[in-house]
């Protein structure tokens, strides 16, 4: 079963604007995931954030944890045509041997 | 090679059939992981080994589902008697240490293997 669950689902946003998106999760975790996915690829890593943390800023990418919610967020600023892509949000489950991932987020930037 | 490699790309079976798909994974990465994709959704996970052996293969459907990596790097997964449910795209991933709880615990995915069962 997945993990995390993002929201929203699709996101379509105009070159330079910002995008943000949210993902939940149900267990405690030690750290937490993001990754992109473009269309028919394999997924890439983005950032990493530990459940000590609470922003972490990466590039145009700013993550951010409430472990008292369950729940991060991904911002991307700036968007540009490139950033067009699947985002999933990971966990690790089960021991932590494993990510579970969420369904994922997809944003499309209008150029 | 630099990434993680899978093959074949693209896979189409008829039903019944028997499959294998393979990854190479990073050099020296020690933890392999094989997720399966179906369209709109996140990576399922599937197996995960840790060296030569199968540390939690919990996420396999089924006894149709078999994976090895005997030699603790290259990998193969093995399907039995395809059904047009097993259609998805496979993902394969390695890490360095294999715990997704640890700070260094980022996965590197391969292309996928699209398999197509008709």
């Known amino acids: 079963s997945q993990q995390g669950e993002e929201d929203p689902q699709a996101l379509s946003i105009q070159e330079g604007e910002n995008a943000t998106m949210n993902c939940s999760y149900k267990t405690s975790i030690n750290n937490l995931q993001w990754y992109r996915q473009n269309s028919g690829r394999g997924l890439v890593h983005l950032i990493l954030i530990r459940s000590n943390e609470r922003e972490k800023h990466s590039g145009r990418l700013r993550v951010t944890l409430d472990t008292s919610k369950k729940s991060s967020s991904l911002l991307i600023t700036a968007s540009r045509a490139a950033d067009t892509a699947s985002y999933f949000c990971?966990?690790?489950?089960?021991?932590?041997?494993?990510?579970?991932f969420g369904k994922g987020n997809q944003v499309v930037v209008i150029p | 090679g630099a990434g993680v490699s899978q093959t074949p790309s693209n896979k189409v079976t008829e039903k019944g059939k028997y499959v294998e798909l393979r990854c190479d994974p990073i050099?020296?990465?020690?933890?392999l992981y094989w997720y399966r994709q179906s369209l709109g959704q996140g990576p399922e996970f599937l197996i995960y080994f840790q060296g030569t052996g199968a540390a939690d293969d919990s996420g396999l459907p089924n006894d149709r589902f078999f994976a090895v990596r005997p030699e603790g790097s290259v990998s193969t997964l093995k399907i039995q008697r395809t059904e047009r449910g097993d259609s998805a795209v496979y993902l394969c991933?390695?890490?360095?240490?294999?715990?997704?709880?640890?700070?260094?615990?980022?996965?590197?995915f391969g292309e996928g293997s699209r398999l197509t069962v008709l």
């Open positions: 990971a966990t690790p489950y089960y021991g932590n041997n494993r990510l579970a």
């Open positions: 050099s020296g990465h020690t933890a």
């Open positions: 991933a390695s890490s360095l240490s294999g715990l997704a709880g640890a700070n260094t615990g980022e996965l590197f």
